[in-house]
Every structure is written in structure tokens, then in C-alpha cells.
């Protein structure tokens, strides 16, 4: 269902079709909404980011449910020991995320990984124990358990624990019953302080790192590894860094007072900025002096 997400003061409201307004939208615990700041929206599928005034990127969906853009990752390590008799022998890591589900089981949100073990854990024809930590956010639905192969470097998915209570399980799932997709890229949003989505990803500007530019793994809001960042010509030339994404058809623009550049590319091996401003002179100075028309 279309909506219109608008902030008042320090909140959050939603306009429907037909004019309603609704009450102000719960925020995530412990986020509030700055009111010196101006806010600054995207869309991406059925969700509408925010960011710059929250002191954490959000999104909110069509009933006006507001999350954390990502979930804050686990703050501690899995831990692995022998569990009862069982068929796995080999040495093990494992690695634990946050994820946010919706009520109808479609994933929203994953956080970035967990600490590394500080070494990995032997068997020997037993079921292999993982215990591990829930999330202190109150949006957090499940957590996802990764683990290597025996003597392995690359994490596989494992188990997904489908609530925020359960605090270990114990299985001995073959190494061949992992299949062969290991885990995705991840990472946690930035305070971002620009936001668009273009071609399938999301882009935006770190308020730590005015230079670059930032983009999450295709086809999700949430997977924001750092090696995503792409520098934007003319570092450090001023504070400003990037004044404003724009997205258009083919490329999305990316300016700076005194830049003009456009960003293409599929994935990270081609994305790349090129100068369209023949005299480096013409740029611009903010998001809100940028409108996109078709």
C-alpha cells in the first residue's frame, strides 16, 4: 500500500492514499530523531529508508513498523564444545548474525558477523555445540549460525535459530549438507548522512567519511561491507566531501561543490566514477537543491 513518510519535530508519520495521518511511529529503543538536522529519504522495494536525523539509519515498511536499517552485529563470539555421540569429527569455526524477519518469514535485515573464535574447536564422533548470545534489540527475530567446513576457512550457513531466546543448539549436520553458498557479505549501515537506491542497491555517505561513497550488496538495503566504498574524485578538496546523490536512468550522479561525476557498473570490479563536467568547475550544494524528474 503507497504511503508518505514525513518527519515532525522528533517523529515519525505516515500519510495513506486517502489522506490519513497516523499517529507518531514507534521508534527502535534507544533512537531519537535529531530536529536541527534535515532528513533524507529513499525507497528500496516495499520499505523507505531514513537517515541523517536518526541517530541510526532506519527503515520502515507499509504498516509503518520502524527498524534499524541493519541490526547492531552480536558482541561476542560463538562459543563451539563436544555436545552427545554423533557422526561429525573435524576441527570447527562458527560465526553468528542478527536477522529481522517480517510475519510472513521474508528476511528484512542482517547484521554483520560476530566476533571470529579465537580458535577453532576439535571433535570426534560427536554432535557439535554452539551457544551463543541473543540480541538486546527488541526487532531481532531469529539468529543466523554460520561454520567451516572441517579444517575450513570459509563460513557456510549452518542454523537458523528462528527466535531472540534461544541461547545454543546442537546438531551434527555433514559438512556436505552445507552446500557450497557460503555466507554473504555483510556489514552495518553507517550514519549515513545521503541516501538513494539505484540499480538495485542502496548508496550513501558516511558523516565519518564525507569522501566516499558507500553502496550495499546487490539486491539488499543491509549488506554494507566496507569493501564496497568507492572514492569520489577531488579527496579532501573541502569539508562538504559528497553534496548529493542523484539517481538517474542509467547512472547515478554524484556531486560535490566543485564535481559532477557519474557512477555505472554491476559489481564491485567495474563500478567506477567518471568525471561528466568537462571544467570540474560545476557542482552543487546540497540534497535539497536536487530534484529527479522521471
Not at 495521518?21 to 530523531?33: K, Q
Not at 556436505?176 to 553507517?190: D, F
Request: glycine fraction near 10%; hydrophobic fraction near 40%.
Amino acid at each position: 500500500m503507497p504511503f508518505t513518510l514525513f518527519q515532525a519535530g522528533n517523529t515519525l508519520k505516515s500519510v495513506n492514499t486517502d489522506g490519513g495521518l497516523s499517529a507518531s511511529l514507534t521508534l527502535p529503543t534507544g533512537v531519537i530523531l535529531n530536529t536541527n538536522l534535515t532528513p533524507r529519504f529513499a525507497r528500496f522495494k516495499q520499505y523507505v529508508i531514513v537517515v541523517n536525523t536518526p541517530s541510526r539509519p532506519l527503515s520502515v515498511d507499509v504498516n509503518g513498523v520502524v527498524r534499524p536499517l541493519t541490526p547492531n552485529p552480536p558482541s561476542a563470539a560463538v562459543v563451539l564444545s563436544a555436545g552427545a555421540a554423533g557422526t561429525l569429527s573435524g576441527t570447527y569455526l562458527s560465526l553468528q548474525t542478527y536477522k529481522i524477519f517480517d510475519a510472513l518469514g521474508n528476511l528484512i535485515s542482517e547484521s554483520d558477523y560476530g566476533p571470529v573464535m579465537a580458535a577453532a574447536f576439535a571433535i570426534n564422533a560427536k554432535k557439535l555445540n554452539a551457544a551463543f548470545a541473543v540480541s538486546p534489540d527488541g526487532t531481532v527475530t531469529a539468529s543466523q549460525i554460520y561454520r567451516t567446513t572441517t579444517l575450513g576457512a570459509v563460513y557456510f550457513p549452518w542454523t537458523l535459530v528462528n527466535d531472540n531466546t534461544t541461547t545454543s543448539i546442537e546438531n551434527d549436520i555433514s559438512d556436505a549438507a552445507l552446500g557450497l553458498i557460503p555466507g554473504p557479505e555483510l556489514g552495518t549501515a553507517p550514519d549515513l548522512t545521503l541516501v538513494a537506491e539505484f540499480n538495485g542497491r542502496v548508496w550513501g555517505v558516511s558523516r565519518s567519511d564525507v569522501d566516499a561513497l558507500r553502496y550495499t550488496t546487490a539486491g539488499t538495503m543491509h549488506g554494507w561491507s566496507t569493501l564496497n566504498t568507492l572514492l569520489i574524485p577531488h579527496v579532501g578538496s573541502d569539508g562538504a566531501g559528497i553534496t548529493a546523490l542523484v539517481p538517474r536512468r542509467a547512472a547515478l550522479g554524484v556531486t560535490r561543490r566543485n564535481t559532477f561525476v557519474q557512477v555505472t557498473g554491476s559489481q564491485r570490479t567495474n563500478i567506477q566514477p567518471v568525471i561528466v563536467n568537462g571544467g570540474e568547475n560545476v557542482g552543487c550544494v546540497s540534497q535539497e537543491s536536487v530534484v529527479v524528474f522521471k
